[in-house]
């Protein structure tokens, strides 16, 4: 493949030349106001004034994106209304994916929950659905998310600790014991591609036991490489390449046979509050999404039938119209991915259908209520910029796992927006902004850039091999670091506006449940007498076969699974198949 024609940036360049705009400001009016404006900047012209014309916001995870005091219809002169905006629900979607929004389709309240053993975190379930949760995200504990049981010697002391404790398809069973998973949406946050190729088939296999046929079954998995290769901090990693297999095997055998679901969310988050700016989060998982349709194509796939089920998740800071920006800019850009470099005729596949987390990176443990604040403002970023679905953070996350209490509290505060606001009667209602818009452009920019220096450096897989990703975050990590420090991204209550110690309100901070990790070591040591181990035994070696082979390996997994192998058990089989790697060390 000629990398340099493939080159994103090349091919949307091009489409733009070709393209028939009419520009909607007329240039006599422009010359007029370009006039009136040269004549008011003057007046704030001086370096020692507190008006300084352009400034540049310094706040957590920002992109540090200069911003000019006033913005006119100079700063977007060229717009043109059906090229750059249209219609909400038509291209190029820059105002939203449906035509009417969330007047009808609401926001899906999709707040996270996981901690203790599957039968606590069933309960939290069952607790958040009964108040409204219109969604169900299941977070795993460290262990499980590193793929090692809960009886292993590194898992001592994690268990059941900030997320559930899965270790084989009979917790899953527990887990989804009275959740009707055929009508709710279901997220596993499973994170890697390594680890969605094991717990997803323990989920298919507890759907299985409820007699729930896979085509009914609705939701989403992470499986995104990023994760596994460069926001982790794991003792073994399988090699770059193996993980993209089978990130894309999952991606084939899901979309074939559980149609709706959604096979992948390309994980921004995480990537975001591990230390990248909101420019590099989104060109990273854009890159991620060009490198994986490229091998389903290869695979023989038609692009459209790939791309339909394919999601984004983003981290959504502070800095409240960049937020809401980068949504825009993003869906924009991804409607001309699709369309000119990809030659999508399903309008549906241009869709960059997302969702938003709220940023746990700026939750304080300093006067923590006003985290409720952060979050909110936050969450009203996201929404303005027309996510598809929302988790709000809650207030004692700083701590550890959300109480009862403040978990319902930050499902309210999405009940309010959504019901009590009338902010979602209106579609896109910042569009037309001149700041909103100028702002929306420079991001769409600042993330092709970024796409484009990935794809020079011989794409996506190739960027984590060589360590480009990793020494962005490196390089992002320590200039945030300093100016927190510093003073000059300021938190208040934390580092400016400091209360007086004994101004802290006494919180209550939730327990996690007593027993977990002996709990779950005797139900492996359970499920290990009662299983067959020689179908264990003869599921596993097929597994390292498949791995082995050029096949997709998740009809093997699911085997496994079926067996009530263990996720130590099968990851086992990924490190004796693939072998190990090394990340590269950042400076």
Request: charge should be neutral; glycine fraction near 6%.
């Amino acid at each position: 493949m000629d990398l340099d024609k493939m080159r994103t940036k090349k091919i949307l360049a091009g489409a733009d030349k070709n393209a028939d705009t009419n520009p909607l400001y007329n240039p006599e009016a422009l010359k007029k106001i370009k006039k009136k404006f040269d004549a008011f900047k003057s007046t704030f012209e001086g370096p020692d004034s507190r008006c300084n014309w352009e400034l540049t916001p310094q706040t957590i995870l920002g992109s540090n994106i200069p911003r000019e005091m006033l913005y006119t219809p100079l700063h977007c002169p060229d717009t043109d209304y059906s090229f750059d905006l249209g219609m909400a629900g038509n291209e190029p979607f820059t105002r939203g994916i449906h035509t009417n929004m969330y007047r009808g389709k609401k926001f899906t309240m999709r707040q996270i929950n996981g901690y203790g053993g599957p039968e606590d975190t069933n309960k939290r379930m069952r607790f958040m659905l009964g108040h409204g949760g219109t969604g169900v995200s299941v977070i795993f504990d460290l262990p499980t998310i590193q793929m090692y049981d809960s009886d292993d010697p590194i898992s001592k002391g994690q268990v059941g600790m900030s997320g559930v404790a899965i270790d084989s398809a009979k917790d899953m069973e527990i887990l989804f014991a009275g959740i009707p998973i055929d009508e709710v949406t279901i997220s596993l946050v499973s994170h890697y591609p390594s680890n969605t190729a094991i717990l997803f088939p323990m989920y298919l296999a507890a759907a299985e036991k409820k007699g729930i046929s896979l085509d009914s079954l609705k939701g989403s998995v992470q499986n995104d490489i990023t994760l596994e290769e460069v926001v982790r901090s794991g003792p073994e990693y399988i090699p770059p390449q193996d993980c993209f297999r089978i990130q894309c095997d999952n991606i084939e055998y899901i979309r074939k046979n559980v149609p709706s679901f959604n096979f992948v969310t390309l994980n921004g988050y995480n990537l975001h509050e591990f230390g990248t700016s909101g420019v590099t989060e989104m060109a990273v998982a854009v890159s991620n999404a060009i490198e994986t349709l490229d091998e389903l194509i290869k695979r023989g796939y038609d692009v459209d039938w790939a791309a339909k089920r394919l999601a984004f998740f983003w981290s959504i800071s502070s800095d409240f119209f960049e937020e809401a920006s980068r949504i825009r800019a993003v869906r924009r850009l991804w409607y001309k991915i699709m369309k000119h470099r990809f030659k999508s005729k399903n309008p549906r596949s241009m869709w960059m259908r997302c969702h938003v987390q709220t940023s746990g990176i700026s939750l304080t443990r300093q006067e923590p209520l006003n985290n409720l604040i952060r979050a909110s403002i936050q969450a009203l970023s996201a929404v303005l910029g027309g996510v598809q679905s929302l988790h709000v953070d809650s207030y004692d996350e700083a701590f550890s796992v959300p109480t009862e209490e403040s978990a319902l509290l930050s499902l309210r505060t999405q009940q309010i927006i959504q019901e009590e606001t009338a902010i979602t009667e209106v579609v896109d209602p910042l569009g037309g902004s001149y700041y909103v818009e100028a702002l929306t452009n420079d991001i769409e920019k600042r993330i092709l850039e970024e796409i484009d220096q990935i794809e020079k450096v011989g794409g996506y897989v190739k960027a984590i091999e060589k360590g480009w990703i990793h020494n962005k975050i490196a390089q992002y990590f320590y200039e945030e670091k300093e100016k927190i420090e510093n003073g000059e991204i300021k938190f208040v209550g934390s580092n400016i506006y400091k209360a007086e110690k004994n101004k802290n309100p006494s919180l209550e901070i939730f327990k996690y449940p007593e027993g977990v990790e002996e709990r779950q070591k005797a139900s492996i040591a359970k499920l290990k007498m009662e299983r067959d181990n020689e179908k264990v035994s003869s599921t596993l070696k097929a597994l390292e076969d498949a791995c082995r082979k050029n096949v997709n390996i998740v009809p093997y997994s699911l085997e496994c699974a079926r067996a009530y192998c263990t996720c130590g058990e099968i990851f086992k089989v990924f490190k004796k198949a693939f072998g190990l790697w090394r990340p590269p060390v950042m400076w």
